[in-house]
């Protein structure tokens, strides 16, 4: 008997051991990726303060997230708590927090590159959703950020813990928001407001960060094990293959499935849902002329 516990001791001190030295690596290379500094070089935008500006900003804010993260007048609030992963605050970006010492073009480096002012990265800001907003939108955004009532609320802080670290040591955690772009200054345009699969793909870019670059499905980075993976938009089997534009849109809109089951809590359909119908149909259009992507098949 006291062998074995001899054994299990030893056991135990090695994998205690063995987590360090894992921790201490991954909290190494989290630091150094936190650390690392971004130039953003976009050309300069012009800030609209006309009213049909400030309403595609507000809308821009409602469809494309902004509220679900800050709140719907910008304050900061806390987005989720990932228990060993991380403690994720959305700052406070009305000009009475985050913002009220920032350019028009920082805040444009933060929402499209995640780059801070002194060249540090935003962490989880996902800034693949839009990188490549367009300048006019971007503007509009801007905008209207920056007209909403100044707050002083302090929603507090990031907390990086040590599972987060060493998912993002792993690649499977996108802690360091800038690394994720390309920073080559260029501009950005956006195709003309049509139901077509060009424009379609424009607005989707924004769905990237749930349902992966290809559409698929994943299990939404950061977030706990026991959250439910993001749907599969593509036309497979294990996807859309079987829907409508109505089915996709009373989705969108109502929050319902075809066979009328209510859509996972998580998916931000009520923001999506406030696009127009222009919008709506413009992405059924685009997510239809996806390869049927198998993905992770729902049990």
């Not at 800001?125 to 839009?130: E, G, I, L, Q, S």
């Not at 905008?143 to 987060?164: F, T």
């Not at 993976?229 to 109502?254: C, I, Y």
Request: proline share 8%; aromatic share 8%; hydrophobic share 40%.
């Amino acid at each position: 008997m006291r062998r074995i516990l001899k054994w299990l001791a030893m056991l135990l001190g090695v994998v205690v051991v063995v987590a360090l030295v894992v921790f201490g690596l991954a909290w190494k290379i989290s630091e150094k990726g936190l650390a690392r500094t971004y130039t953003s070089n976009d050309p300069p935008l012009a800030i609209p303060s006309d009213p049909q500006s400030l309403a595609q900003g507000a809308h821009l804010f409602v469809t494309h997230g902004c509220a679900d993260c800050h709140g719907d007048k910008g304050a900061g609030k806390l987005v989720f708590d990932a228990g060993p992963v991380m403690r994720l605050v959305a700052p406070n970006i009305t000009m009475g927090g985050r913002i009220k010492d920032m350019s028009a073009d920082q805040i444009a480096a933060a929402i499209r590159n995640g780059v801070k002012p002194d060249g540090h990265s935003l962490v989880f800001m996902p800034v693949r959703d839009f990188h490549e907003l367009s300048d006019v939108d971007t503007a509009a955004l801007i905008a209207y950020v920056q007209s909403l009532p100044a707050s002083n609320n302090d929603p507090g802080s990031n907390e990086i813990r040590p599972l987060g670290r060493v998912l993002y040591w792993l690649g499977n955690f996108p802690l360091v928001a800038a690394e994720t772009v390309d920073h080559t200054p260029h501009s950005r345009g956006a195709p003309a407001v049509a139901v077509t699969a060009e424009y379609g793909k424009y607005l989707a870019q924004g769905c990237t960060g749930c349902h992966g670059q290809n559409f698929a499905g994943q299990h939404v980075p950061g977030t706990p094990p026991d959250f439910a993976d993001s749907a599969n938009l593509t036309p497979h089997e294990n996807g859309l293959a079987k829907w409508t534009q109505a089915d996709f849109m009373r989705a969108v809109r109502e929050g319902k499935r075809p066979d009328g089951s209510a859509l996972d809590p998580f998916m931000p359909w009520k923001a999506v849902g406030q696009m127009n119908d222009v919008e709506l149909a413009a992405i059924w259009t685009y997510l239809r002329t996806l390869p049927p992507e198998p993905g992770k098949k729902k049990k």
